[in-house]
C-alpha cells in the first residue's frame, strides 16, 4: 500500500511540475537538492517527508492536496 501511495505522489510531483514547465534540474535547485535526488523522488524510488512535499508545492505554487491526490487507491 505504501510503495502505491508513493509511486502516485511520484505521479502528482511529476504532471504538477511539467504544468509549470519547470526542468528537474530548476526544482532540484530550488529544494537545494540534486537532480538526481530529485529524479528518483519522480520515480517512486526515493520515500518523500512530508515536509519535502510542503516544499516542492511551496516552489510550484500549488496546494499541498494536488501533490497528495492519493483517493484513487483503495484502502484495504
Not at 514547465?21 to 540534486?34: C, F, G, P, T, V
Not at 515536509?51 to 487507491?73: C, G, P, R
Amino acid at each position: 500500500m505504501l510503495d502505491q501511495i508513493n509511486k502516485r505522489i511520484a505521479l502528482n510531483l511529476r504532471n504538477a511540475r511539467l504544468m509549470r514547465n519547470y526542468s528537474q534540474e530548476y526544482l532540484a535547485h530550488q529544494l537545494k537538492i540534486s537532480q538526481n535526488a530529485y529524479s528518483k523522488m519522480e520515480m517512486g524510488r526515493t520515500r518523500i517527508t512530508v515536509e519535502t512535499v510542503f516544499k516542492i508545492a511551496s516552489v510550484l505554487e500549488v496546494d499541498i492536496h494536488a501533490l497528495l491526490n492519493i483517493k484513487q487507491l483503495a484502502v484495504v
